[in-house]
């Protein structure tokens, strides 16, 4: 395998870390796109990003908070001139499975002249353990709106070993995958898998978007994350294209993907859903 340079924008997220331990493994030279590293890397100083685009050959996208938000497209269109000018010769971006905001930025991509791969992702399994789920699980109260949306959770490692794949095979150039879990399970079905895993009691109540939107400004949320999940509730869990399950991460790994009984039992060993434990998080 041919040692590049690969920029891993959002190096510290979710998958862009996951990703970054993938590379580094594999022999790449990897410089972590964000905005403590050196160069730094932060969406809204794109001054900055000819520095960390610099003798990079290729480069992984994690848009932040999501490729739906207002802007998102504009700073997509300037990194891929960014990239160009810095000779970049493939971009990987993480896109979102059902996001029509999303798919306008894909097409950046797609048009750029550049190679490229398209990663549309579920929702996350680690959103019940790295994200905006964890403190009410702790609580041991959920309440979310769209109960009935059938979900084909997708683990964080599953997306970081793709996103790899295509960063240093050639064979995945022009592809577009959508990646999700073997089956589907409603929020409520998902916590009660949790639950079960965890020995803790946790409690799912349905509740209206509206309900969901009135509680998160109650609680002083930033207004931009509230909007970005309202949209992402209703527009995305809306949208029954998400709801599809497909067979792309065995057709990129040769395996199944990891299933979410699996995810449970390997984050419910490390305690971090015990109530007990609730504080030091």
Same mark, same amino acid.
């Given at each position: 395998?041919? =040692?590049?340079?690969?920029? $891993?924008?959002?190096? =510290?997220?979710?998958?862009?870390?996951?990703?970054? +331990?993938?590379?580094?493994?594999?022999?790449?030279? $990897?410089?972590?796109?964000? &905005? &403590?590293?050196?160069?730094?890397?932060?969406? +809204?100083?794109?001054?900055?990003?000819?520095?960390?685009?610099?003798?990079?050959?290729?480069?992984?996208?994690?848009?932040?908070?999501?490729? #739906?938000?207002?802007?998102?497209?504009?700073?997509?269109? &300037?990194? $891929?001139?960014?990239?160009?000018?810095?000779?970049?010769?493939?971009?990987?971006?993480?896109?979102?499975?059902?996001?029509?905001?999303?798919?306008?930025?894909?097409?950046?991509?797609? +048009?750029?002249?550049?190679?490229?791969?398209?990663?549309?992702?579920?929702?996350?399994?680690?959103?019940?353990?790295?994200?905006?789920?964890?403190?009410?699980?702790?609580?041991?109260?959920?309440?979310?709106?769209?109960?009935? *949306?059938?979900?084909?959770?997708?683990?964080?490692?599953?997306? *970081? #070993?793709? #996103? *790899?794949?295509?960063?240093?095979?050639?064979? +995945?150039?022009?592809?577009?995958?959508?990646?999700?879990?073997?089956?589907?399970?409603?929020?409520?079905?998902?916590? *009660?898998?949790?639950?079960?895993?965890?020995?803790?009691?946790? &409690?799912?109540?349905?509740?209206?978007?509206?309900?969901?939107?009135?509680?998160?400004?109650?609680?002083?949320?930033?207004?931009?994350?509230?909007?970005?999940?309202?949209?992402?509730?209703?527009?995305?869990?809306?949208?029954?294209?998400? #709801?599809?399950?497909?067979?792309?991460?065995?057709?990129?790994?040769?395996?199944?993907?990891?299933?979410?009984?699996?995810?449970?039992?390997?984050?419910?060993?490390?305690?971090?859903?015990?109530?007990?434990?609730?504080?030091?998080?």
């Amino acid at each position: 395998m041919k =040692t590049e340079n690969i920029l $891993v924008i959002g190096g =510290t997220g979710k998958t862009g870390k996951r990703v970054v +331990h993938l590379l580094e493994e594999l022999g790449q030279n $990897v410089r972590i796109g964000s &905005r &403590r590293a050196s160069p730094s890397f932060d969406w +809204h100083q794109p001054k900055e990003w000819t520095q960390a685009l610099e003798g990079m050959d290729k480069v992984y996208i994690t848009y932040q908070p999501d490729l #739906a938000v207002p802007g998102a497209l504009q700073a997509i269109e &300037r990194l $891929v001139k960014e990239s160009k000018l810095a000779n970049v010769k493939k971009l990987v971006i993480l896109s979102g499975k059902g996001e029509r905001e999303a798919e306008l930025c894909e097409q950046v991509i797609i +048009h750029s002249g550049l190679d490229y791969t398209i990663v549309r992702a579920s929702w996350f399994n680690q959103n019940f353990s790295e994200n905006f789920l964890l403190e009410p699980i702790l609580e041991g109260v959920v309440a979310l709106p769209q109960a009935e *949306a059938q979900i084909p959770w997708i683990d964080a490692n599953d997306i *970081a #070993a793709v #996103a *790899a794949k295509a960063l240093t095979e050639d064979g +995945h150039n022009g592809k577009i995958y959508e990646l999700t879990g073997s089956r589907t399970l409603t929020f409520q079905e998902a916590i *009660a898998e949790i639950a079960k895993a965890s020995k803790q009691e946790i &409690r799912f109540i349905p509740i209206s978007i509206k309900e969901y939107g009135d509680e998160m400004r109650k609680a002083n949320i930033p207004g931009d994350f509230v909007w970005l999940i309202e949209y992402l509730f209703t527009e995305v869990l809306g949208n029954p294209e998400l #709801a599809q399950v497909t067979n792309d991460v065995e057709k990129v790994l040769g395996r199944k993907p990891i299933d979410f009984s699996e995810y449970a039992k390997k984050v419910a060993a490390t305690g971090i859903w015990n109530k007990s434990t609730f504080k030091t998080y």
